[in-house]
């Protein structure tokens, strides 16, 4: 089975729930190869970096990086102008490799996670790509 490379961008409520669900999963299968998580109190940075996963507060510079080599970009920023610049970058280094999840698909992944509380919704009116 092919390993898949994961840059996270948000380790909030909903991120942080991914990254823990990630990095307990077999690192031959599923590896977080960067975290873009401004906010350096948030405890996962520093799990992170103790994980040898190093965070870039800016996500252009994970993007600069790793290039091609990721395949997934799990935004949980919940903010449009994020994805939006996240597809611009990749459209301009001609990156037609690496997939930025759509937040209806993170919707349908925390929905599997086990345990997983309802999401409040009232500032996500538009859940799409």
Do not use: C
């Not at 942080?16 to 350096?40: A, D, H, R």
């Not at 799990?74 to 970058?89: F, G, V, Y």
């Not at 997939?99 to 698909?105: A, D, K, L, R, S």
Request: avoid cysteine; glycine fraction near 8%.
């Amino acid at each position: 089975m092919r390993k898949i490379t994961i840059v996270m961008v948000g380790l909030g409520r909903i991120g942080g729930k991914f990254y823990q669900q990630f990095t307990s999963m077999n690192s031959g299968q599923v590896e977080i190869i960067g975290i873009s998580e401004p906010n350096m109190d948030n405890p996962l940075v520093e799990d992170a970096l103790g994980r040898g996963i190093p965070n870039f507060p800016d996500f252009e510079e994970a993007l600069n990086k790793f290039g091609s080599n990721i395949d997934i970009i799990m935004d949980t920023s919940n903010r449009p102008e994020i994805k939006q610049a996240l597809r611009k970058q990749l459209q301009a280094t001609d990156n037609h490799h690496t997939v930025v999840v759509p937040m209806v698909v993170d919707y349908l992944m925390w929905y599997l996670l086990p345990g997983a509380e309802d999401i409040p919704q009232a500032h996500h009116e538009n859940i799409g790509y």
